[in-house]
């Protein structure tokens, strides 16, 4: 079994920071790319930013310069750090992980159950 729990989420003013954990626990060999999504009421969930095991990065183009992504892999743990936030950035915020729980077993996708970011005065 295996469990992806976010945490970090609130109510922050336009210009503020918040700073996303997302660990991973239970039946783990390896994890494969770890990404943030988000998805804001009445609009299809997208993709946020993600980071392959190696460290390379990749985020959408409305948040490059403002969020960094980041992983402790000895932690199992993903973080997304949100600098310069925007009421455009209110959403609910899900971390997915592509792993092994085995050596031999197949590449699977987990999903957390998402934290809520809400940017407002």
């Known amino acids: 079994q295996v469990q992806l729990v976010e945490s970090g989420g609130g109510l922050v003013q336009p210009g503020g920071s918040l700073r996303l954990s997302c660990e991973a626990s239970g039946t783990i060999s390896t994890i494969y790319e770890m990404r943030w999504h988000r998805q804001a009421p009445g609009e299809q969930r997208e993709l946020v930013a993600q980071i392959t095991r190696s460290g390379y990065t990749n985020y959408a183009h409305s948040v490059k310069g403002r969020f960094t992504i980041s992983r402790d892999n000895a932690k199992n743990t993903v973080f997304l750090q949100m600098d310069s936030l925007e009421p455009e950035d209110t959403a609910v915020y899900y971390c997915?992980?592509?792993?092994?729980?085995?050596?031999?077993?197949?590449?699977?996708?987990?999903w957390g159950q998402g934290t809520q970011v809400t940017v407002s005065s």
């Open positions: 997915n992980a592509d792993l092994q729980t085995a050596r031999w077993s197949s590449k699977t996708g987990y």
